[in-house]
């Protein structure tokens, strides 16, 4: 018997699975060849049960094992024990090689709204078992996420330096300049840097860490443009484009369809390509369970073999 629950010690699940054991056989004999037992060991172990519960399991006529009243009461028990506990080894089973388990984690806004529908699609297909719960935000929510065990590991598209987080990159995303295809420089395939200063731009509000490194890149260009219109959003910015509005530096993540659907051009510049890397963050000696490894192998697959354009390949950036 085992640790005690108040004044009476409980029966221990090794003696229950014999009691199973000997009601399936309805054989002391035959439990004790399954369970590779003694048959006394058996018995000592219907004796210790019998005495707890102060009942008769089983009565011995004429040679055959048959369940009391008591026993047959139990048997359900430990029927439904036992079946529980076996999909409970299935369940974990299915777990360790990634067929079931729920994935909680975090992604950046452009990775959560444009990369991650496209992977789950065909994630969610081939792993039925998986569920997901994805929380979307900046990459300075999902760090925060992470470092509180909200979720249990981020894709963020903003560098990340924190010790206690360990970082690795999972392929590039291109910034490029994107105006609607019915927009007068659409026909343009190249500018030079030099004509950016005399083209205004869409672009995203000053705190935006995308802006700020397209910003940053045009600088060192000498190819800084004036400001036509502040957008809040990537998506604003990109139904600006859309419209007509203007032109934008937008992710490519982010016009993948659009691009395909001849809805937008991208515009090559002389000399200047802006790239960022994406990565994968986790806390560090955090283990990621096997759909997780599987998830961000096919969000790795996807960012290496291109979206948009299978010939410019993200993972070049």
């Known amino acids: ?41 058996v018995s000592a172990h219907i004796r210790a049960l019998e005495h707890y519960y102060a009942v008769r399991l089983f009565d011995v006529r004429q040679r055959r094992t048959h369940l009391t009243a008591s026993g047959e009461a139990l048997f359900a028990y430990t029927s439904r024990v036992f ?23 975090g992604a950046s806004t452009t990775l959560g709204n444009y990369l991650l529908p496209m992977v789950l699609v065909g994630f969610g297909a081939a792993h039925p078992g998986v569920t997901f719960d994805v929380a979307v935000g900046t990459s300075a929510d999902v760090l925060a996420w992470v470092k509180a065990d909200g979720v249990q590991f981020g894709i963020v598209e903003a560098p990340v330096q924190d010790a206690d987080i360990q970082v690795e990159p999972l392929g590039q995303d291109e910034l490029v300049l ?18 950016l200063v005399r083209s205004p731009i869409l672009r995203r509000e000053a705190s935006s860490g995308t802006q700020q490194l397209v910003d940053t890149a045009l600088a060192h260009a000498g190819a800084t443009s004036p400001t036509l219109l502040a957008l809040g959003s990537t998506e604003a910015l990109k139904q600006a484009v859309l419209q007509g509005v203007g032109l934008a530096w937008l992710p490519r993540l982010a016009i993948v369809h659009e691009l395909t659907r001849g809805e937008l051009r991208c515009i090559s510049v002389d000399g200047l390509q802006i790239c960022r890397t994406l990565c994968l963050i986790r806390m560090r000696g955090a283990q990621l369970s096997a759909a997780a490894e599987a998830l961000v192998a096919e969000v790795r697959g996807m960012l290496a073999g291109g979206l948009a354009d299978p010939s410019a390949q993200l993972m070049d950036c």
């Open 178 to 195: 994107t105006v609607a295809a019915t927009h007068p420089l659409a026909r343009r395939q190249r500018l030079a840097a030099a004509d």
């Open 83 to 105: 079946h529980l506990l076996d999909e409970a080894h299935q369940v974990l089973e299915a777990t360790r090689r990634g067929q079931r388990g729920l994935l909680r984690f």
């Open 1 to 41: 018997m085992s640790a005690a629950n108040g004044s009476r010690p409980l029966p221990v699940l090794y003696y229950l699975h014999t009691f199973h054991m000997v009601a399936l056989e309805r054989s002391f004999t035959r439990a004790a060849r399954r369970l590779d037992l003694s048959q006394p060991a």
